[in-house]
């Protein structure tokens, strides 16, 4: 099946500091999501970006479906953007297929 | 515009018990994922419906699991005679897609964490 690796696997930040987390995957794909799981469990979409790049505020996401690498920025990052980000895929089966996630600590 | 909402939230049970979840998925959505997530790890794909139709089944679906989807609308996944190692939040999703496409974004609900002691 699909593998979907994430990285780093942990990330630790200035208030302030901008990052870059990254989602490679092992084959083509129908679509891609981006998850931000905060600290209660919640779910919550970040981006639904199968190719090319999206902005939302802060955030920005840009998929290379044909080189199999998504990347996510986070800028001028906010305590409240701590939490595990997840990359997932989906397959044939339409299920999402997720990463491992990298979890982000953004220090005041 | 009401997301997906899963009930209980939180569940803790002895082991051998069953145990049941219901989830109402983003209404006119016409597919419905169930998921289990264990501390430290992302999601994993459990089973999947398309209307009423359970179309695909994970390999962690052991015979223990059922998952139902009977109007089409709300599920219930239910776990019988329950073991420790069922300890896990319990995600279900929805979305909306035509045939076999792969349709489109899918929504999560705030999951139901279940303690098995």
């Known amino acids: 099946g699909i593998q979907v690796e994430q990285s780093p696997p942990d990330l630790i930040l200035q208030e302030g500091a901008n990052s870059t987390l990254r989602c490679n995957f092992s084959?083509?794909?129908?679509?891609l999501q981006w998850f931000h799981q905060n600290p209660w469990g919640q779910l919550i979409n970040l981006f639904y970006?199968?190719?090319g790049t999206k902005q939302n505020g802060r955030l920005s996401a840009t998929t290379v479906a044909t080189e199999r690498y998504s990347l996510l920025y986070i800028s001028s990052s906010q305590t409240t953007d701590s939490g595990v980000y997840f990359c997932a895929v989906r397959g044939s089966q339409g299920n999402l297929i997720f990463g491992k996630g990298t979890k982000l600590s953004v220090k005041p | 515009d009401t997301g997906v909402s899963q009930d209980p939230r939180h569940k803790i049970t002895k082991r051998g018990q069953n145990v049941t979840f219901r989830c109402d998925p983003i209404?006119?959505?016409?597919?419905l994922y169930w998921y289990r997530q264990t501390l430290g790890q992302g999601p994993e794909f459990l089973t999947y419906?398309?209307?009423?139709?359970?179309?695909?089944k994970s390999r962690l679906l052991s015979d223990r699991f059922s998952a139902e989807r009977p109007k089409g609308s709300f599920s219930t996944l239910e776990i019988q005679r329950t073991e420790q190692g069922d300890s896990a939040m319990y995600l279900c999703?929805?979305?909306f897609g035509k045939g076999s496409s792969s349709g489109n974004t899918i929504y999560f609900g705030e999951g139901s964490w279940l303690t098995v002691v």
């Open positions: 970006i199968p190719s």
């Open positions: 084959d083509s794909v129908n679509n």
């Open positions: 419906f398309q209307n009423e139709a359970q179309l695909e």
């Open positions: 999703a929805s979305s």
């Open positions: 209404s006119e959505h016409n597919r």
